[in-house]
T-cell receptor, first 111, second 112 residues
Framework: RKEVEQDPGPFNVPEGATVAFNCTYS??????FFWYRQDCRKEPKLLMS???SGNEDGRFTAQLNRASQYISLLIRDSKLSDSATYLC????????????FGQGTELSVKP | DAGITQSPRYKITETGRQVTLMCHQT?????MFWYRQDLGHGLRLIYY???????DKGEVPDGYVVSRSKTENFPLTLESATRSQTSVYFC???????????FGPGTRLTVL
């Protein structure tokens, strides 16, 4: 089993749609969780951290369920500029600061 | 300009040559990382460092060497480049264990 698994893509959605990405992680000791965005093989950039209480940043909402070891990202009112690959990322404390990256889910928002 | 930079941004070399990819960060972050990204494989960790003079192997270290004599620099050397090392290489840094990582713009390396 992969340490971080994401929904297989690609997701093709029209502008204005709501899209949800799901992610599961295998290590229950994981402590930090993030969503990164990567455009066309450019460097990954932090989209948002994921907290136990859930967090929202404009059109983006991230949620964490520690019991189910599940992370989600919801994008509302999709824009063309949201087209990218979204990476679910999990960090484990006391492992040299390493991050474990999911394979990513590609999103394509069409006019 | 503060941040994390990589050089060169593009490199073409030949099989068997030694190549060094540079990474420099201005935040004084303790942790630094090298990844490679190939189509179909996602990001794979090559080496990482928790502090100056402390380095450790990641998932795919074979054929690579790193050093970290200064906190801000983390060069990656391909001792004898092979075609399978053609890839995009990303350097990243983080302030503390558990923190998000910030990535450099990447180096696109082609080994002929």
């Amino acid at each position: 089993r992969k340490e971080v698994e994401q929904d297989p893509g690609p997701f093709n959605v029209p502008e204005g749609a709501t899209v949800a990405f799901n992610c599961t992680y295998s290590n229950s000791a994981s402590q930090s969780f993030f969503w990164y965005r990567q455009d066309c093989r450019k460097e990954p950039k932090l989209l948002m951290s994921v907290y136990s209480s859930g967090n929202e940043d404009g059109r983006f909402t991230a949620q964490l369920n520690r019991a189910s070891q599940y992370i989600s990202l919801l994008i509302r009112d999709s824009k063309l500029s949201d087209s990218a690959t979204y990476l679910c990322v999990v960090n484990e404390y006391n492992q040299g600061g390493k991050l474990i990256f999911g394979q990513g889910t590609e999103l394509s928002v069409k006019p | 300009d503060a941040g994390i930079t990589q050089s060169p941004r593009y490199k073409i070399t030949e099989t068997g040559r030694q190549v060094t990819l540079m990474c420099h960060q201005t935040w004084s972050h303790s942790y630094m990382f090298w990844y490679r990204q190939d189509l179909g494989h996602g990001l794979r960790l090559i080496y990482y460092s928790a502090a100056a003079d402390i380095t450790d192997k990641g998932e795919v270290p074979d054929g690579y060497v790193v050093s970290r004599s200064k906190t801000e620099n983390f060069p990656l050397t391909l001792e004898s480049a092979t075609r399978s090392q053609t890839s995009v290489y990303f350097c990243a840094s983080s302030e503390a264990d558990g923190d998000e990582q910030f990535f450099g713009p990447g180096t696109r390396l082609t080994v002929l």
